[in-house]
């Protein structure tokens, strides 16, 4: 599969558009996080804030009961709930970002092997949601998936994904995975690849060295769940989340530089990227 071309402010338009002024939040997207774990609540607070500050209207983070202080203080816009999700929790939400922070422990498999069986929307799969996967050896199982899946991997975790391949050339890595998961591919990195089966192959144009820091892709699996609450479209969601990112952690860098740059400085940075977009 060849690069199809790049993605671009001109494109994200297309998709993310001013408002109409009787809008209200439960038109504007019910994102799903199921992120954080002991030690790691972080993630699912940068994944929240990022989902917010793209738009989402509402926003209810699945975590351990103990863990909602964490949460409420750090993003009071959210509301909480546990990990033993019904099928109605999954039913009254647009999207799900799953996997952040999410630890690596045995009960991980069943919650996502439920998701993937019970749910019928966008689901954005990251991190230990995709190591899971690759732990069990049940990459192959998106296949089958209900929901469309939006997989988003750094190299690292693609290499797990591929049961160890260890190659370095990123179309070859994208496409093999669009193979084995059926799935749309976000592979992150610099010029992010962004590819489904049936739509080609498209490099990012933004973004910056300063982005390599822990709890980046957080933000961008937050961002790309919060287009797909919003545009019922995953395809240009994830087009336009990996931009929106990358610009964020431009004005991001403008702001305190490459160096010392945060992962919550991408998160809100979201805000002015789409504001300076559309």
């Known amino acids: 599969m060849e690069i199809s071309g790049p993605i671009t402010a001109e494109y994200v338009k297309t998709v993310i558009k001013k408002r109409a002024r009787e809008l209200h939040k439960g038109e504007c997207g019910k994102v799903l996080v199921i992120a954080g774990s002991k030690g790691m609540a972080g993630a699912a607070v940068i994944c929240g804030k990022a989902a917010y500050r793209a738009g989402a209207g509402l926003v209810r983070v699945a975590i351990d009961e103990g863990l909602y202080p964490i949460i409420q203080t750090a993003l009071p816009e959210a509301t909480c709930i546990g990990r033993e999700l019904s099928e109605s929790d999954l039913e009254s939400c647009d999207a799900i970002a799953l996997g952040p922070g999410l630890g690596d422990y045995p009960e991980n498999?069943?919650?996502i092997e439920f998701i993937l069986n019970a749910y019928d929307k966008t689901l954005v799969l990251d991190a230990d949601g995709l190591n899971a996967l690759a732990r069990a050896g049940k990459t192959s199982s998106l296949k089958s998936a209900k929901p469309r899946v939006i997989v988003t991997p750094h190299m690292g975790e693609a290499h797990r994904l591929l049961s160890g391949f260890a190659g370095t050339d990123r179309v070859k890595i994208a496409e093999m995975l669009l193979e084995k998961t059926g799935a749309i591919v976000v592979l992150k990195g610099a010029g992010t690849i962004v590819a489904g089966a049936a739509e080609g192959m498209h490099v990012n144009?933004?973004?910056?060295?300063?982005?390599?820091?822990?709890?980046?892709?957080?933000?961008?699996?937050?961002?790309?769940?919060?287009f797909a609450g919003q545009t019922k479209d995953p395809w240009a969601s994830a087009k336009a989340g990996v931009f929106i990112h990358g610009l964020a952690g431009d004005i991001a860098a403008e702001a305190v530089g490459e160096y010392g740059m945060t992962a919550m400085d991408i998160a809100e940075a979201v805000a002015p990227a789409l504001k300076r977009t559309i």
């Open 109 to 111: 498999e069943s919650l």
């Open 205 to 226: 144009t933004t973004g910056n060295p300063g982005m390599a820091t822990g709890g980046s892709g957080d933000a961008l699996t937050g961002i790309i769940a919060a």
